[in-house]
């Protein structure tokens, strides 16, 4: 937030420039009720560059062994199941509370300082889900310390085939995933914004950033600005809602 802050108040002429996630752009300033900038109005949306899926993992004595069955036991009612979380409004926070909406049922959250604290319960069975990072999780899938029951994203990921998504294993149009985007002042030249976001296309599309890029997990989108202005007002809105509905505050 300091950072966006800092660039909402440059000069438009392409030299500040903002790498942010969705949390600071469109989760903080809902959460805190009170941001020093409006991401709507203050920023020339770039490009969305690329996104990384979650995953849903559990600890392996939890009953359910898919996200279907996890789907009818978390709709029986009865006690809360419990998510841990990197924090409040991290992007795991987001991907329960999404889900909560989607079952119409309440999870007992746990946020911690941080995503590897609260894998490591995971793993260790303190805590029996959460939504992690695809390349923080997946080792520990693959080891057998973790089952994985979902991937957040729309499509699966080519690191993980095997791990359906949400969607597909259903609950229809859920998709969540950790997303980086650049953005510049508000006031850009249109044709500024356009050049940066074809260098920014240009670069992360090279053979061999490409496939750096895919291994840690990240799918390349690098979208014109338009695009990107177009998902980033949806991607306020969305989580505007999830968070008034939730009744969250930051802590």
């Known amino acids: 937030m300091i950072a966006g802050e800092l ?14 996630p969705q949390t600071s752009l469109t989760v903080a300033p809902a959460l805190y009720g009170k941001a020093p900038y409006d991401t709507a109005k203050d920023f020339s949306p770039i490009t969305l560059a690329g996104s990384g899926p979650l ?21 029986k009612g009865g ?72 991937n957040t994203a729309a499509i699966r990921s080519p690191l993980a085939p095997e791990i359906p998504t949400v969607a597909e294993s259903g609950i229809k149009d859920y998709s969540i995933a950790t997303w980086t985007a650049v953005l510049g002042p508000a006031g850009m030249p249109p044709d500024l914004s356009a ?9 992360v599309n090279q053979p061999e950033n490409r496939e750096r890029l895919v291994n840690m997990g990240v799918d390349i989108i690098a ?21 008034k509905d939730a009744g969250l505050k930051a802590e």
């Open 79 to 150: 006690t809360p199941l419990t998510f841990g979380s990197a924090g409040v409004g991290s992007s795991s926070h987001m991907a329960s509370e999404l889900l909560s909406a989607a079952l119409a049922t309440k999870f007992n959250h746990v946020p911690y300082k941080g995503e590897n604290p609260a894998l490591a319960d995971t793993i260790g069975g303190q805590i029996p889900i959460m939504f992690s990072t695809l390349t923080v999780a997946l080792p520990h899938v693959k080891s057998g310390k973790l089952r994985g029951l979902a």
């Open 223 to 243: 979208n014109t600005p338009d695009e990107f202005g177009n998902f980033l007002r949806a991607e306020i809105v969305r989580y505007a809602k999830v968070i």
């Open 195 to 203: 050049r940066i976001q074809r260098d920014i296309a240009r670069v």
């Open 55 to 75: 995953l849903m993992v559990a600890h392996p004595s939890f009953p359910p062994k898919t996200f279907a069955k996890f789907i009818v036991l978390a709709r």
């Open 7 to 20: 660039v909402a108040r440059s000069v438009p002429d392409g030299y500040t420039l903002l790498v942010s």
